[in-house]
């Protein structure tokens, strides 16, 4: 059931490193993997076995959102913008009670911690400007292979940083439309140098991060936070109209109460065991009562 839930939030991940506003490493903080994930690619060879069962099904989740699922989430996001970006919203802000009890829990909370947060948030609304007064332009002049490589360098960024878009990268080095024509055709001379730089720049990022989660860890997870709440200016929908403010509304509810739901079913599981213990250690203590008497 583990592995079949990570397959699912690995098509998630992965249509995110594609979908305009999306961050990969948001959806990661959301489903409650990246430490986790960090820690697994980094200390692979330090229990090869476990590390692939966790990572194996979120690998294979990716390469279906990139290839498959991502051309649906296009399609959503472009036919009902409104539902869809709101939902997405809800998400993020139904976690974010969860990702602040996480950090003070490990730590106790400091005030002067919010000030990561505000810097990251201040950060994560300037990409929102950015991305709106951007166009989306492919450079054809000097792409080449070891270009490439570097954008997929850069790109590893909006992979691991939470709240920072890939998109955005991609569109400031010139080459999004060629990244998604080339994801679309399946075209591997664009692809493989950039997957190069993706998976080199992905190591030196998560070696960074990681440490300074060992280090500093409350300081980096409020910036971690800081980054997720950008993430929904990034999404909120623009130009909305009379009924379109309800719709949105009521997603948003929506997207908050899915977010919540992982939590509910865990309960509901353990509720679940617990009382079927409980009644099955009854029964047995009535059975037994009754073959001493007999």
Not at 87 to 108: A, C, D, H, R, Y
């Amino acid at each position: 059931m583990n592995e079949f839930l990570n397959i699912v939030k690995g098509i998630f991940i992965g249509a995110g490193a594609i979908v305009p506003g999306v961050s990969s490493g948001v959806l990661c903080v959301i489903f409650g993997i990246y430490e986790k994930l960090l820690d697994s690619v980094l200390n692979f060879f330090k229990d090869v076995r476990k590390n692939i069962k966790f990572l194996f099904p979120i690998t294979l989740g990716v390469g279906i959102g990139v290839l498959l699922f991502s051309n649906i989430l296009n399609y959503v996001l472009y036919e009902f913008p409104i539902q869809t970006k709101s939902i997405f919203i809800g998400l993020i802000i139904g976690t974010i009670p969860s990702l602040i009890k996480e950090v003070n829990t490990k730590q106790t909370f400091r005030p002067q911690n919010v000030i990561y947060l505000l810097i990251t948030l201040i950060l994560g609304i300037t990409t929102v400007i950015l991305e709106n007064k951007m166009a989306v332009q492919t450079n054809l002049e000097n792409i080449n292979g070891v270009y490439l490589i570097f954008c997929g360098i850069v790109m590893s960024l909006g992979i691991i940083v939470p709240g920072v878009s890939s998109t955005i990268i991609l569109m400031l080095l010139g080459v999004y439309s060629l990244y998604l024509q080339s994801v679309a055709n399946l075209y591997f001379p664009v692809l493989m140098p950039i997957g190069i730089g993706l998976a080199l720049g992905s190591m030196i990022v998560m070696k960074i991060t990681k440490k300074l989660l060992d280090k500093y860890y409350a300081q980096t997870f409020y910036s971690i936070i800081g980054f997720t709440i950008g993430s929904v200016f990034v999404l909120f929908p623009q130009g909305m109209h009379g009924m379109e403010w309800l719709i949105s509304g009521l997603c948003i509810i929506l997207g908050i109460y899915i977010s919540h739901m992982p939590d509910t079913i865990k309960n509901f599981k353990s509720y679940k065991v617990f009382k079927t213990m409980t009644t099955f250690g009854k029964v047995r203590s009535h059975l037994q009562s009754r073959e001493k008497h007999l």
